[in-house]
């Protein structure tokens, strides 16, 4: 069974560095590539970038100078860090795979960013 | 960045009506879209890529359709548990975009 879990802090201070980690099971990350997309309260869906299975990474151009994406593909797991954070990136964050689209989510991770 | 205009922005429905969203790229796109269903305080669930190919699983009174820069969503007959926020996306090219959604609700 296909199946990817975020995970990580629920509170971030401002100015502070993100951290979240994407566990995937029932898939190869070697195999499929996984995206990083994140939704405001109440709002609607941004793509923050994808670490492509063949190892490189592609960013959303708005976010490129904070953000950094990587892997450990025999822990399963693929890592998003975001510096600098404001309270604008308060949203909940989720991890899907590819397929060509987005066919598996996680179920996603709020993160609040407030002091 | 390829904009994706999505209309209405909400929309009521009766049981077994016809309901139809539209989303609008900014370019062609040249069938690179996806739809997805997100209910509250869950994830958004694929259901049809390519602009027309329907998700496995996906009931069959879901159809999309479209080319170019025009495309739909079509429900052909309306259940409660089809109530949600409908969302477009595009595939061709970076970054990948959303519409701004269609929240979809039982009149």
């Known amino acids: 069974e296909v199946q990817l879990k975020e995970s990580g802090p629920g509170l971030v201070q401002p100015s502070q560095t993100l951290s979240l980690t994407c566990t995937v099971s029932g898939f190869s990350l070697t195999d499929y590539s996984v995206h990083w997309v994140r939704q405001p309260p109440g709002k609607g869906l941004e793509w923050m970038g994808v670490m492509w299975s063949g190892g490189s990474t592609a960013y959303n151009s708005a976010l490129k100078s904070r953000l950094s994406i990587s892997r450990d593909t025999s822990k399963s797991q693929v890592f998003l860090k975001m510096n600098s954070l404001q309270t604008e990136d308060t949203a909940i964050y989720y991890c899907?795979?590819?397929?060509?689209?987005?066919?598996?989510w996680g179920q996603g991770v709020m993160v609040t960013v407030s002091s | 960045d390829i904009q994706m205009t999505q209309s209405p922005a909400s929309l009521s429905a009766s049981l077994g009506e016809t309901v139809t969203i539209q989303c609008q790229a900014s370019?062609?796109?040249?069938?690179?879209l996806a739809w997805y269903q997100q209910k509250p305080g869950k994830s958004p669930q694929l259901l049809i890529y390519g602009a027309s190919s329907l998700q496995d699983g996906v009931p069959s009174r879901f159809s999309g359709s479209g080319s170019g820069t025009q495309y739909s969503l079509k429900i052909s007959s309306m259940q409660t548990e089809d109530e949600g926020v409908y969302f477009c996306q595009q595939g061709l090219k970076y970054p990948f975009t959303f519409g701004s959604g269609t929240k979809l609700e039982i009149k």
């Open positions: 899907t795979r590819d397929s060509y689209y987005f066919d598996y």
């Open positions: 370019e062609d796109i040249y069938s690179g």
